[in-house]
């Protein structure tokens, strides 16, 4: 049997570490935490992860971001404009302040007349409730359109709840542009050298390195158990000369592959990654890193979903330097 391969929630085997890199391998030391192996390097099958309980709002403004995104990326402006109270508000990014249904549809509607196929990604951080029919949700938006760099959004949505159902009161959006000093290579400079995370057994070793010319890092991951080792994959860390954003492509030896979109965040980077699976499935994730000192750093991949189907949030976990 391959050397950590397991039985996934839907009946499929696959490599749990081979998932992880395909749902974006900054985070795979999560996934790894969560997939020990026996004495004899044989996985053990273990259970779901019980996931935390949502309040009835949180889960509520969880399935509308849901909702959102499939209506964003048909096209569909109606459809967007019905999760807004009668007369509720929009205020974009550039200060324009659009009030009621009638005038968010419309504006939707114009964007995808002249943005053919674009695309969103939505990251929900919190959602705080207030009472028994306010709820206040923040969290953070990539769109992306053929062809052109992606647009990186914060937004505080009020959230209200009117005969039983929530709806959208207020979206406030405001763009994210990372300055020049934030985007250098330089500022992942930490990273070069060699990385271990442990469990039950088995060891997942990284290792990051300058490629010659220094405009391109190279981050190599292999994992061990006992006398047996295997290779999983490889990234190629560096900046896009055409968005000129910090990206990731990330090449696993079974086939899958994924890009990732790296953003700066406080100690830290948000990922956010889209692949596909060696067997065709789609996949994406939010991946956080957070250095702790210049030895020890933090990881959790979240909103994790394999063909539009959520999985687990990966526990936060530890690397250390050697």
């Known amino acids: 049997m391959n050397l950590l391969q397991r039985l996934t929630r839907s009946g499929l085997t696959v490599s749990a570490f081979s998932l992880f890199f395909m ?12 997939t020990p192996l026996t004495a004899s390097g044989e996985p053990e099958v273990a259970e779901p992860q019980a996931k935390p309980t949502q309040s009835g709002a949180e889960a509520a403004v969880k399935k509308v971001a849901e909702m959102f995104k499939q209506a964003f990326d048909t096209g569909n ?20 302040r659009l009030v009621g249904r009638p005038e968010i549809q419309k504006m939707y509607t114009e964007y995808f007349k002249n943005n053919k196929d674009a695309k969103i990604q939505i990251s929900v951080d919190a959602v705080r409730e207030i009472g028994d029919s ?24 009020t959230h209200v709840k009117q005969n ?44 990051y390195r ?11 991951f292999s994992a061990s158990a006992g006398k047996k080792t295997q290779q999983l994959g490889v990234q190629i860390i560096g900046i896009d000369p055409l968005s000129g954003d910090i990206m990731s492509w990330t090449f696993n030896t079974d086939g899958s592959h994924a890009i990732g979109i ?13 692949g596909v699976m060696a ?14 000192d210049k030895n020890g750093c933090r990881w959790q991949s979240v909103n994790r979903f394999v063909n539009g189907v959520e999985q687990p949030d990966a526990l936060e976990v530890v690397s250390k330097r050697d």
């Open 77 to 96: 402006a109606e459809k967007i404009a019905s999760f807004w109270a009668p007369e509720g508000e929009y205020i974009e990014s550039g200060g324009r």
């Open 210 to 220: 300058w490629l010659p010319g220094k405009k391109f890092i190279e981050r190599t």
């Open 262 to 274: 790296w953003m700066p965040v406080e100690a830290g980077w948000a990922i956010e990654s889209r």
């Open 23 to 34: 749902l974006d391998s900054s985070a795979l030391q999560a996934q790894f935490q969560r």
């Open 134 to 157: 306010l709820a206040i949700e923040e969290g953070r938006t990539v769109v992306t359109v053929p062809e052109a760099p992606p647009a990186f959004s914060q937004y505080t949505a």
């Open 279 to 292: 067997n065709g499935m789609l996949t994406s994730a939010n991946n956080i890193v957070t250095k702790i």
């Open 164 to 207: 039983g159902k929530w709806k959208v009161a207020s979206v406030k959006e405001t763009a994210i542009s990372p300055s020049v000093s934030q985007i250098n290579l330089k500022d992942l400079e930490w990273l070069i050298g060699t990385w271990t995370t442990e469990d039950e057994g088995v060891t997942l070793k990284t290792v």
